[in-house]
């Protein structure tokens, strides 16, 4: 009788087991961000470049005196970030990681990697 219930247990358990492998396969691995969800967090006085597909998103960003810009990296190569004319520098940004940058004067700051020098943006500070 003990070795019944053990079993009856044991084929729930399986079943249970392949039942959610089966989901996870079908709705695949990655979870998805939803759609909308705001690029920007925190304070509101940060605003946020996205680093994807060997290009910087968006490429010309306008803030207001006294921003921060956070820089991500979502690819998956390092991607460091120089300014044109030395106001900051990232240095290495690995796949996934952030850089920020204070933008406390008005001007029109213009950036590139310098691992792949076609990648060009630029922060207008006004
Ligand atoms: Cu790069």
Redesign the pocket.
């Known amino acids: 009788m003990q070795k019944n219930i053990i079993w009856v247990i044991v084929v729930i358990v399986a079943v249970v087991v392949i039942y959610y492998a089966y989901g996870f396969l079908k709705n695949g691995s990655l979870p998805e961000t939803p759609a909308g969800t705001p690029l920007t967090t925190g304070s509101g006085n940060a605003s946020e470049v996205l680093?994807s597909n060997?290009s910087f998103e968006p490429k010309e960003l306008t803030i207001s005196r006294g921003t921060t810009v956070r820089w991500t990296n979502r690819?998956n190569?390092?991607?460091?970030i120089v300014s044109d004319e030395g106001v900051f520098q990232s240095g290495a940004l690995m796949p996934g990681g952030t850089f920020e940058f204070a933008f406390d004067s008005a001007g029109e700051f213009s950036y590139y990697?310098?691992?792949?020098p076609w990648?060009t943006g630029k922060i207008i500070v006004e």
């Open positions: 680093i060997f690819d190569v390092n991607h460091p990697c310098s691992v792949h990648m």
